[in-house]
Structures are given as structure tokens and as C-alpha cells.
């Protein structure tokens, strides 16, 4: 089993910043990518940022230029330096990642999530 559990969640002033940790354990072989999404009240989970092994990444558009996910991979960890936020950042953050483990089985595991909220 893989286990991922977030970080770094909080109450945070418009235009304020946090950074958001998500730490991997258990039985992995290989981390491949991870990712950041997010879910408001009311609407879809939502991609907000996916790393490559090599680090490579992309962005959900509204958050290009403000948000920076990166990682550690001797950590197992992924963050999620978040700056500028909007009231419209509020949500609950995942992260999720791909692992191949020992036995070379594949899948995507979720975290359990962590409450951004962004006040005026």
C-alpha cells in the first residue's frame, strides 16, 4: 500500500501565499508523476498542476505565473508554493501520484486533502 498525506493547508489573506507539502510512503518502486487538484463547494475536482519525474510541469491556466509545484524525489515529497491567492483559490487540495511499486503493479493513489481558504 502507498500512502500520501498533505500538508501546509490554511487560512490566508487575499494576495498572501502558502505552501503545500505532500509526503508518499509505503510501497513504492517508482514515482512517477504527481499532481495537485482541487475541489471547491459545488464544483468538479479540478487539475491545478501535474510534475514529471524529471520535473517537468504543467498548469491549470488561472494559476500559471502564481503557483510553482516541485519536488523532492529522494523525499517521495511534492509542494505546491501557492502565491497571490484569490478568493477563487479556496478549495480542498489533493495531491495524487502515479506508483509503480515492488511487485510492478501501477496505479494512481489520492491523498486525503488539505482546506486552502483565502479570505478577503
Known amino acids: 500500500q502507498v500512502q500520501l498525506v498533505e500538508s501546509g493547508g490554511g487560512l490566508v489573506q487575499a494576495g498572501g501565499s502558502l505552501r503545500l507539502s505532500c509526503v508518499a510512503s509505503?510501497?513504492?518502486?517508482?514515482?512517477?508523476?504527481m499532481g495537485w487538484y482541487r475541489q471547491a463547494p459545488g464544483k468538479q475536482r479540478e487539475l491545478v498542476a501535474v510534475i514529471s519525474r524529471g520535473g517537468s510541469t504543467t498548469y491549470e491556466d488561472s494559476v500559471k505565473g502564481r503557483f510553482t509545484a516541485s519536488r523532492d524525489n529522494a523525499k517521495k515529497t511534492v509542494y505546491l508554493q501557492m502565491n497571490s491567492l484569490k478568493l477563487e483559490d479556496t478549495a480542498v487540495y489533493y495531491c495524487?501520484?502515479?506508483?509503480?511499486?515492488?511487485?510492478?503493479?501501477?496505479?494512481?493513489?489520492w491523498g486525503q486533502g488539505t482546506q486552502v481558504t483565502v479570505s478577503s
Open positions: 509505503g510501497n513504492i518502486l517508482i514515482l512517477n508523476d
Open positions: 495524487n501520484a502515479d506508483v509503480a511499486d515492488y511487485s510492478l503493479r501501477r496505479r494512481v493513489y
